[in-house]
């Protein structure tokens, strides 16, 4: 006999949209739990995250009533989390036990005093243990490759182990990565064969599946094949009339059986996670060399040594997501005793906006948004005034900004450009624009073919070719995006090889140091650098930036130490959402932003008429569908000829 345990992860991020919600609602958690009331002994490990309950409970009552039937009877194990959905390895320890001590408080609604934790993206990191035991839990689900990676072989993971931290103890359970690629994908039987196979003498051998809850009716293909065509009411009747599989609950495994030994777990996530954390040029090596193990058919013989990034790894991949990361950290100290702030602060640890894998994670503006939402709304409640400090812990030193109305943070080393141009009143962070990378995956060559098999294909083996429509538009920044970018640029260079960074660069003032200093009210900046054409033309540009009620006053000064014809650009990276379909050439002196989807309207007011080239800055991302060409915001450049001296005031204005 086999011991079968069998659980379902159920989440939406924060900021998703309601549509979203409701689709997810239909084809998914509710005929779930529909069905597995027409099972009565039939019994799952639900978790349920915080952001999804608050929906549910809002929209659909009658799911929490469910929910509280199905536990009262026995059919539901509750396991929680952070309830915003943190990965708590990347939080405080003060802010993880908050966050499952509110889910935990939802559990006892539902019905369950739950002791169990799953763990968000299964990212774990030994000192995990001490808060977990803290916060009243005794067993914690992750990956069999986290044991793996222990060294221990996959015949030793049909049991759960001690995990030890401190002199603090936790029992961790393996998830069985088959089942993971057998549920609900491929026919029934497979699954039963698979746990019959492993079914033997000794009465504590157990199998874990537990996974997105979205595999069964959200991901591709899944709606049809789990419900209209049957599967999942198959799947039920088949586990539950077995004689050889045992279906149990994590709590009733823990009240018959010991664990097997001690274990000491690595910092690690799930097999695919290592992959994506990677920087993509490693991401494509690593790729290349499971592959090339996979062909000698050696791939399950080494995958133990086989390892690749951590999850932490993103905040280096993307210092986009670092910045709004250690952003949130700087506000979890500034709120810790402040309640009224606390919500706000918890929420914007909600994982998804903070990294990338199959999914559009940081890709995904409307999460970013979320997440800058609520740290802004969480800052509001203090005042720290002008501060000089290592922000996003670069080892490079910022300036911030903040009035009643805004906050701005300076990167003097980075252009002396707006990394962050917050509002208070609307809750938004005007500079939210992510860069144009490139992904290991935008190589074929590296993706996964799609295969042919006797059920549906996960989206982990879905082939995908990127559209011709999108490959002309395709374009990979060389400097990350922000407010008030230093440009010279030949007079000759157009706006098509502008955006799609074909262009010369003439200066080199994007991504160098400025030197500054303070004033009352503002920031002085300035950086003696050069023009790069037929010799080097040392030029300087200096900028005054203050904040004021309903915006910023940029003040600049560009001088050329010898004549020399070229164009001055400054860039505005704005926030823009509302879809632009195509670039802009023209001249004005005002521009006006409507943005109901995003940033709301804003005025770019200029002292003097300048040419402007506006266009999409768009990224390309896969996701479960296939891929996303998302407009992460729009560029604004305001050109002025330049030969000798030039001066000139930008007023950014915030319409409400």
Not at 88 to 110: G, N, V, Y
Not at 380 to 392: I, K, L
Not at 412 to 431: A, T
Not at 638 to 643: A, D, G, K, M, T
Request: charged residues 30%; aromatic residues 14%.
């Amino acid at each position: 006999m086999i011991n079968f345990i069998f659980g379902i992860h159920s989440h939406q991020p924060l900021g998703n949209f309601g549509w979203v919600f409701e689709e997810a609602y239909n084809k998914s958690y509710r005929p779930f739990m529909e069905i597995l009331e027409e099972f009565s002994s039939m019994k799952v490990a639900v978790h349920f995250s915080g952001p999804l309950l608050e929906w549910i409970d809002e929209n659909h009552p009658e799911y929490i009533e469910l929910l509280k039937k199905l536990v009262k009877k026995g059919q539901l194990e509750i396991v929680v989390a952070g309830f915003y959905e943190p990965v708590l390895a990347a939080i405080p320890k003060e802010d993880r036990i908050e966050q499952i001590k509110l889910l935990k408080e939802f559990a006892k609604k539902l019905g369950y005093d739950a002791k169990g934790v799953w763990l968000t993206e299964r990212v774990w990191q030994p000192e995990l243990v001490k808060t977990l035991k803290e916060s009243g839990i005794e067993y914690v689900i992750v990956d069999d490759y986290h044991f793996m990676s222990a060294g221990l072989s996959k015949d030793e993971l049909y049991w759960p182990y001690y995990t030890e931290d401190g002199g603090e103890v936790i029992v961790v359970f393996p998830i069985d990565e088959t089942l993971r690629y057998l549920i609900p994908f491929r026919p029934v039987e497979k699954t039963i064969r698979y746990l019959e196979g492993l079914a033997d003498d000794d009465p504590s051998k157990m199998a874990v599946f537990h996974d997105d809850g979205e595999k069964f009716g959200v991901w591709p293909g899944t709606y049809e094949w789990v419900y209209q065509k049957g599967w999942l009411r198959e799947f039920f009747d088949a586990i539950t009339s077995n004689e050889k599989i045992n279906l149990m609950l994590y709590s009733e495994y823990l009240s018959k059986f010991t664990p097997r030994g001690l274990v000491y777990l690595p910092i690690a996530s799930y097999f695919e996670m290592s992959e994506w954390s990677l920087p993509a040029k490693q991401a494509k090596l690593f790729v290349e060399f499971v592959g090339r193990l996979k062909g000698r058919n050696e791939f399950e013989r080494y995958r133990m040594f086989v390892r690749g990034g951590i999850w932490k790894n993103f905040f280096y991949k993307y210092p986009e997501s670092n910045f709004m990361h250690k952003r949130m950290l700087y506000v979890s100290k500034l709120v810790r005793d402040i309640p009224e702030a606390r919500k706000y602060l918890l929420k914007a640890q909600c994982n998804d906006a903070y990294w990338h894998g199959v999914f559009g994670g940081v890709y995904l503006p409307h999460l970013r948004r979320a997440v800058w939402e609520n740290i802004i709304r969480a800052q509001s409640f203090v005042s720290t005034g002008n501060r000089v400090f290592d922000v996003d812990f670069d080892g490079k030193t910022e300036v911030m900004l903040e009035n009643e109305s805004f906050i701005a943070t300076i990167k003097p080393h980075y252009g002396g450009s707006i990394f962050e141009l917050s509002s208070k009143r609307k809750g938004v962070n005007y500079g939210d624009v992510l860069a144009r990378r490139w992904e290991h995956y935008h190589d074929i060559s590296t993706s996964t073919p799609e295969e042919e098999c006797d059920g549906i294909a996960s989206i982990h083996e879905l082939g995908k070719k990127i559209p011709e429509k999108i490959k002309r538009e395709l374009a990979y920044d060389w400097q990350l995006r922000a407010i008030l970018q230093d440009h010279f640029i030949p007079t000759t260079e157009t706006l098509d090889s502008y955006r799609l960074v074909r262009y010369r660069e003439l200066g080199d003032f994007i991504n160098q140091p400025y030197e500054f200093e303070l004033y009352d009210g503002g920031v002085r900046l300035w950086r003696n650098g050069g023009i790069y054409a037929e010799k080097k033309v040392p030029a300087k540009v200096e900028k005054r930036i203050e904040l004021v009620n309903d915006g910023f006053l940029a003040e600049y000064r560009v001088s050329l130490s010898e004549p020399y014809r070229a164009l001055f650009g400054v860039e505005i990276n704005l926030a823009v959402h509302s879809v632009m379909e195509s670039p802009e050439e023209f001249e004005a002196g005002r521009i006006f932003v409507n943005d109901p989807h995003g940033i709301g309207k804003v005025e770019i007011e200029l002292d003097r008429k300048a040419n402007i080239w506006k266009f999409p800055v768009k990224t390309l991302s896969q996701s479960e569908s296939g891929w996303d060409f998302i407009q992460q915001g729009v560029s604004y450049t305001l050109l002025f000829p330049v030969e000798k001296e030039l001066e000139f005031e930008i007023r950014f204005r915030e319409i409400t």
